[in-house]
Every structure is written in C-alpha cells, then in structure tokens.
C-alpha cells in the first residue's frame, strides 16, 4: 500500500500534471472571454447585417418546425475565434522553442546517384557502391 501511495505522490506531483492544470484552467477563462467577445461584439454586429435583430434569436420556420441557426452561427464564431487564437499561440510557441533548440548537426545524406539515404560519413554508397563527391577512389593516386 505504501509503495501505491509513493507512486501516486509521484505522478501527481510531477511537473507536468501541474502545466496540464494550469492549462486547463487558462483554457476555460480563455473560454469564457471569447464567448464574452462573442456576444458583445461580433453578435450586435452580425445583428446589424442581418436587419436589427438581436441574432440569437435569428430563425427561420419550415412547415411547424423553427430552426435556431442564430444560436449555431454564434456557436460557430465562437469556435473559430477560439480555434484562431489557440493557432496563433501554438504558432508562437513553436516560433520560440525554435530560436531556442539547439540545432543538430545532420547525420544521413543522399546519395546523388541512387537517392540512398547514407551515413554522412560514407565514402561510397552502401547501394550502389559509388564513390561520393569530395572523395577519391582508393586505387587512385
């Protein structure tokens, strides 16, 4: 039982459990603020295109049915700022960790005559057994 309970201790106190926390409760004020640009924003100015009225309450009737598509299209603006701006976050992250990878040296090349992915210190092809550029044959002087 003891050694459950350092196992858990273990998994719950990791570093990473803690960033996943902190994103899912930035994840939801994020939330709330993009539905709040969505309301008071974008939908009193789809309600002026649209005639005046109050969006949400957009609809239109076949036969006996009403069909709320203000209601979906708010939902719809909703999802694609929210898409947008997560976009734009991970683009900049991954902007920023590239500036601060260090960059690896490569390890294969190709050969120019088979199109073999080779060791990048290969003298001849594994292939094709040509001899690489920048080298010379070994029974040549």
């Known amino acids: 039982m003891k050694k459950l309970i350092n ?7 990791k570093g990473s ?3 996943m926390a902190i994103g899912l409760i930035m994840g939801s004020a994020f ?3 993009i539905n709040s640009l969505v309301e008071t924003v974008f939908n009193p100015l789809l309600a002026l295109i649209c005639g005046g009225q ?9 036969f006996d ?10 939902a719809l603006v909703n ?18 960790r ?6 690896k040296d490569p390890t294969i090349k190709t050969c120019p005559y088979c199109q073999t992915d080779i060791n990048i210190k290969a003298t001849r092809c594994p292939s094709c057994t040509s ?11």
Do not use: C, H, R, W
Request: aromatic share 14%.
């Open 7 to 13: 196992e858990f201790k273990e998994f719950a106190l």
């Open 17 to 19: 459990m803690f960033d």
């Open 31 to 33: 939330s709330g603020l």
């Open 54 to 62: 109050a969006f949400e309450n957009l609809s239109f009737k076949i």
């Open 65 to 74: 049915s009403t069909f709320p598509v203000g209601q979906f299209i708010s």
């Open 79 to 96: 999802f694609l700022l929210m898409a947008l701006v997560l976009f734009l976050m991970v683009k900049a992250v991954n902007k920023v």
């Open 98 to 103: 590239e500036k601060t990878t260090p960059k």
């Open 131 to 141: 001899i690489l550029e920048g080298y010379k044959n070994a029974l040549e002087k």
